[in-house]
């Protein structure tokens, strides 16, 4: 399958999963050897990093624990565009963190994620995304330290990514295209 359609976007095979896992593996590496003997935090932003994390804690062989947070607007204040961290579930005072990201788009997630993870006394903090998208980066930041592709500013889904809800399932990354390249 290299072209998908959903809610009449087209989609084209972008990233196929053994592309993917290689890409995986090489991270995983690197992290271990960095992270040896620092037992680790990994961090993921969820809904969308399921799958890489998932992935990803394959190929990390060096102690580590694992959690979960998902970001939220505060809810009944006219500050909307404050974020909370929700799900935390562990002490991270004193913890050296790798937040696990789908995607690093404009940076607005990344940013919030940082600045409530900062206020819990952390070690120290890096950024491992699958994928990043410097064009449209609105944030300066300096622990993006593991990416695994830079891509344009198209808009992508599958393996976790969504468009509308729909795809996180799919484990090939497919990108959107005009209509007309896939007639
Ligand atoms: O850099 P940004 O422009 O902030 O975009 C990146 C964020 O957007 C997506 O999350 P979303 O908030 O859509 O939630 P989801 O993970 O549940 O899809 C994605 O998973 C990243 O967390
Ligand atoms: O390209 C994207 N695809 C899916 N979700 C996203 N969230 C930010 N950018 C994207």
């Given at each position: ?157 599958g ?8 795809c996180?399932n799919l ?13």
């Amino acid at each position: 399958m290299k072209h998908i359609q959903i809610d009449n976007l087209d989609f084209e095979l972008f990233i196929d999963y053994e592309q993917i896992k290689k890409r995986i593996r090489l991270m995983g590496i690197d992290i271990s050897v960095k992270y040896a003997d620092k037992n680790p935090v990994f961090v993921g932003v969820l809904n969308g990093c399921f799958m890489f994390m998932a992935d990803l804690m394959k190929q990390v062989h060096v102690p580590c624990e694992v959690s979960f947070v998902k970001l939220s607007s505060y809810q009944g204040t006219q500050q909307d565009h404050i974020k909370e961290l929700l799900g935390v579930g562990m002490d991270l005072s004193g913890r050296e963190i790798i937040i696990v990201e789908d995607i690093i788009d404009s940076g607005n997630s990344l940013q919030h994620t940082i600045a409530a993870l900062e206020k819990l006394n952390v070690a120290s903090i890096a950024v491992c995304a699958l994928l990043m998208k410097p064009d449209c980066l609105q944030h300066e930041f300096d622990n993006i330290t593991y990416v695994g592709f830079e891509i344009d500013r198209e808009f992508v889904v599958g393996y976790g990514l969504d468009y509308n809800g729909q795809c996180r399932n799919l484990p090939d990354i497919y990108k959107n295209v005009a209509h007309s390249e896939t007639a």
